[in-house]
């Protein structure tokens, strides 16, 4: 399946059919490879298999998902109802923006319909996500031959079958005509483009502890008394969960230490986020990236709490999360390292060498860090990221 998904980027249609075959030989009751067989056949031009695949696709599927709805797309493209057809893809990449043949999908769609902006932004992305991936040639020509089927003696058995011969005349497809858009349609599209691409939930996450470090730093000048109530109410103690201060666990991820010595504090985490955040946000996509976040704040101090060690020391900061992010982004690189060819392995490998530096540093002497909480939320992230991330959950398009 990983040969097929990699010949498909790369335009060679009639080896992802062979790859996807011989896998359909090994897996014959998985969606995954049936899609993949469609999907190879759509770029060989054979409409007929592309059908048959996508129907048992749906078979194996009858209460619908990801895969399911991405064959229904590909029916809907050789009927030509291409808004509908876009409408599944949307819905496909709302749930997993990582799947690069999607966008690939979408970006040929949205060409058809004259959307040229947004079109280039989706091929752009589906060539990220393929590691430098064309697609070319894997769907039907614009202004060649319809989709229409056209091979009405082959049988589909699951593998890859040759064409016979046509049964109907190729027609020209008719495409829309390209139309300038007017000013609101253009700043419709570019909303949208910020709505999709830019990794909102990491700088929203930033902006939040950011603003409520400056309304503290303020507070510690002009009402210092309450600034030392918040703190006090607000850090996680080891006897947090005995004395029924749950709320403390979330409190404490948005706390970090005073002025002057908090600058570097909240500066190295915010960097941190800002730099991890927003690839993990944006190959998980924002609501599996923010239950990452905060299960694994939650996780690090929860091991804080269960691990003996002094009870007057408190733990305050968005470490424990921000170290969950760093797991997400090990597990997805852990995962993929094989399919990313040297670029995967060298990235893993950076990525064991600052996890290793980080504790390093972390267990040195007067370091005043909270390692316990620190290693729960590397748990808790990689732990997670391997259930959530589509590679594992899917084994496809990465």
Same mark, same amino acid.
């Given at each position: 399946?990983?040969?097929?998904r ?8 009639? *080896?992802?059919?062979l ?39 749906? *078979? ?7 895969? /399911?709805?991405?064959? $229904?797309a ?9 808004e ?6 949307d ?13 690939? #999908? ?7 319909q ?6 280039n ?7 990220? #996500? ?12 614009? !202004?060649?031959p ?10 589909y058995?699951?593998?890859y $079958?040759?064409?016979t011969?046509?049964?109907?005349k190729?027609q020209? *497809?008719? &495409?829309?005509a390209? !139309? ?8 419709m599209?570019r909303?949208?483009?910020?709505l ?5 939930? !990491?700088? !929203? &996450? ?25 703190y006090g ?7 947090s969960?005995q ?8 409190t ?24 991890m955040?927003?690839d993990? *946000? ?12 905060f ?5 690090g101090? #929860?091991?804080?709490?269960?691990m ?9 900061? /968005? ?7 760093f ?8 995962t ?9 392995r060298? /990235? ?13 540093f972390?267990f040195m ?7 316990? /909480? ?13 259930? #959530? ?10």
């Amino acid at each position: 399946m990983e040969q097929g998904r990699q010949a498909l980027a790369q335009g060679q249609g009639r *080896e992802a059919a062979l790859a996807y075959a011989h896998a359909a030989q090994a897996e014959p009751e998985n969606p995954m490879v049936h899609l993949g067989l469609a999907e190879a056949n759509l770029a060989l031009r054979s409409y007929d298999i592309v059908r048959m695949a996508c129907r048992r696709v749906q *078979e194996l599927q009858p209460q619908g998902g990801l895969e /399911a709805t991405l064959a $229904q797309a590909l029916l809907d493209l050789l009927d030509r109802r291409y808004e509908r057809a876009l409408s599944n893809v949307d819905k496909v990449l709302s749930e997993d923006p990582g799947i690069a043949y999607a966008h690939a #999908l979408r970006s040929y769609l949205l060409r058809i319909q004259g959307q040229d902006y947004d079109a280039n932004l989706a091929r752009a992305r589906a060539a990220r #996500l393929s590691f430098g991936g064309r697609f070319e040639d894997c769907f039907p020509p614009m !202004t060649k031959p319809s989709p229409a089927p056209i091979e009405r003696s082959t049988t589909y058995t699951g593998g890859y $079958q040759g064409t016979t011969e046509p049964s109907r005349k190729p027609q020209q *497809e008719s &495409i829309p005509a390209w !139309t300038r858009p007017n000013q609101m349609q253009r700043q419709m599209l570019r909303t949208n483009f910020l709505l999709r691409y830019i990794p909102v939930v !990491t700088y !929203t &996450i930033i902006g939040i502890n950011v603003l409520i470090y400056l309304l503290i730093s303020i507070l510690m000048i002009v009402a210092p008394d309450l600034a030392s109530l918040i703190y006090g109410y607000g850090v996680l103690a080891p006897t947090s969960l005995q004395d029924g201060e749950i709320w403390r666990l979330i409190t404490s991820m948005f706390l970090h230490a005073p002025p002057p010595s908090g600058i570097l504090h909240i500066g190295l985490n915010m960097l941190s986020l800002l730099f991890m955040g927003r690839d993990v *946000e944006i190959l998980f996509g924002k609501w599996r990236f923010l239950l990452i976040y905060f299960l694994a704040g939650l996780g690090g101090g #929860l091991l804080f709490i269960l691990m003996p060690g002094d009870a007057n020391v408190v733990v305050l900061g /968005a470490s424990g999360a921000i170290f969950g992010v760093f797991g997400a982004l090990g597990a997805f690189l852990l995962t993929n390292r094989r399919a990313m060819g040297e670029l995967g392995r060298a /990235a893993f490998s950076n990525w064991i060498f600052w996890l290793g530096l980080n504790l390093l540093f972390g267990f040195m002497p007067g370091s005043n860090i909270a390692v316990m /909480a620190h290693i729960g939320g590397l748990i808790v992230g990689f732990v997670l990221a391997l259930i #959530l991330l589509p590679g594992v959950q899917r084994s496809r398009r990465i």
